[in-house]
């Protein structure tokens, strides 16, 4: 069974920075698409940012420039760095996985792990 646990969630200004991290455990981590979701208080769950086996990412167009996503195989852990954080990024972030695939893809249905999330706010 896979298990995802986010992490670096937390309060910044408006500009700032943050690194969210998600440990992968149960599974073969390196052979998954791995993925990033966010949802914000009345609105549906977005994808923002996925990562397939082979290093190939894709990204929702309103975050490209500023939220890179990697991963440690070795550590078994995802990682999203947000740069230049704005106010309609306060959300709660959640991991995502979706074992023994070749490509990624990020609506929801996807995806069959999901972590509880970690909170990002950001303020103005």
């Known amino acids: 069974q896979v298990q995802l646990v986010e992490s670096g969630g937390g309060s910044v200004q408006a500009g700032g920075s943050l690194r969210l991290s998600c440990a992968a455990s149960?599974?073969?981590?390196?052979?998954?698409?791995m993925g990033w979701f966010r949802q914000a208080p009345g609105k549906e769950r977005e994808g923002v940012a996925g990562?397939?086996?082979?290093?190939?990412?894709i990204y929702a167009d309103s975050v490209k420039g500023r939220f890179t996503i990697s991963r440690d195989n070795a550590k078994n852990t995802l990682y999203l760095q947000i740069n230049s954080l704005k106010p309609e990024d306060t959300a709660m972030y959640y991991c995502?996985?979706?074992?023994?695939?070749?490509?990624?893809?990020?609506?929801?249905?996807?995806?069959?792990?999901w972590g509880q999330g970690t909170q990002v706010t950001v303020s103005s």
């Open positions: 995502a996985a979706r074992p023994r695939t070749g490509y990624c893809d990020l609506y929801t249905g996807f995806f069959g792990y």
């Open positions: 149960g599974g073969t981590f390196s052979a998954a698409c």
């Open positions: 990562l397939d086996r082979n290093g190939d990412t």
